[in-house]
């Protein structure tokens, strides 16, 4: 099967920092990574899909990038409202596996 | 647009059954594939498995296998999870989610949870 590991596990940024999360899979999933956002007591929403599109009415602050097996979720210019989770999950396979979280703070 | 909406919240204790619910409205539900994501308290995301409301074509993550079943229901455009026999590590919210309905190869339209508690 395969496995997402992101990085960090977690962080600290400050209002207007920019942000990098990266998920790396243990083998090649072309360009099937989507990354999710969580707030807390909240359903996920889709951010980006396929590596690098932007979902209908996401900020163009969010951005991703990457293909094979290392991936890319950037925020530009963090906002109060982007403290959140955030998780990655291929879907080359049809086990749509998710990354373990990036939980985003205020610092 | 594609809405789900799932069934309400579960107090079971240890070794009863349960099934609970996602309906669909606004889109061709046989024409896409449902998964199913669990969340355990204090926790990440897991994949439960998928299934494909037209066909029932199903797919279970390996952690998930044996362990629950999905199915559909096309009349009423509805999906299930499903359990013989709760744990108390089945204690979590389960989320519905359907994959693509905004032409995304993602999971792109989610329920609003069902928060399962076993004790």
């Known amino acids: 099967d395969i496995q997402m590991t992101q990085s960090p596990s977690s962080l600290s940024a400050s209002v207007g920092d920019r942000v990098t999360i990266t998920c790396r899979a243990s083998?090649?999933?072309?360009?099937?990574l989507n990354w999710y956002q969580q707030k807390p007591g909240k359903v996920p929403k889709l951010l980006i899909y396929?590596?690098?599109n932007l979902q209908s009415g996401v900020p163009s602050r969010f951005s991703g990038s990457g293909s094979g097996t290392d991936f890319t979720l950037t925020i530009s210019s963090l906002q109060p409202e982007d403290f959140a989770t955030y998780y990655c999950?291929?879907?080359?396979?049809?086990?749509?596996?998710f990354g373990q979280g990036t939980k985003v703070e205020i610092k | 647009e594609g809405q789900l909406v799932q069934s309400g919240a579960q107090v079971k204790e240890p070794g009863e059954s349960l099934k609970i619910s996602c309906r669909a409205s606004g889109y061709s539900f046989t024409s896409y594939w449902m998964g199913w994501v669990r969340q355990m308290p204090g926790k990440g995301l897991e994949w439960m498995g998928i299934?494909?409301?037209?066909?029932?074509?199903?797919r279970y993550s390996p952690s998930f296998q044996g362990q629950v079943t999905i199915s559909v229901d096309k009349s009423i455009s509805t999906a299930f999870l499903q359990w013989n026999s709760l744990k108390a590590s089945d204690t979590a919210m389960y989320y519905c989610?359907?994959?693509?309905?905004?032409?995304?190869?993602?999971?792109?339209?989610w329920g609003q949870g069902t928060m399962v508690t076993v004790s």
């Open positions: 989610a359907t994959r693509g309905i905004t032409g995304v190869d993602a999971l792109d339209i």
């Open positions: 396929t590596a690098s």
């Open positions: 083998q090649s999933i072309s360009a099937h």
């Open positions: 999950q291929q879907t080359f396979t049809m086990t749509y596996v």
């Open positions: 299934i494909y409301a037209g066909d029932s074509d199903t």
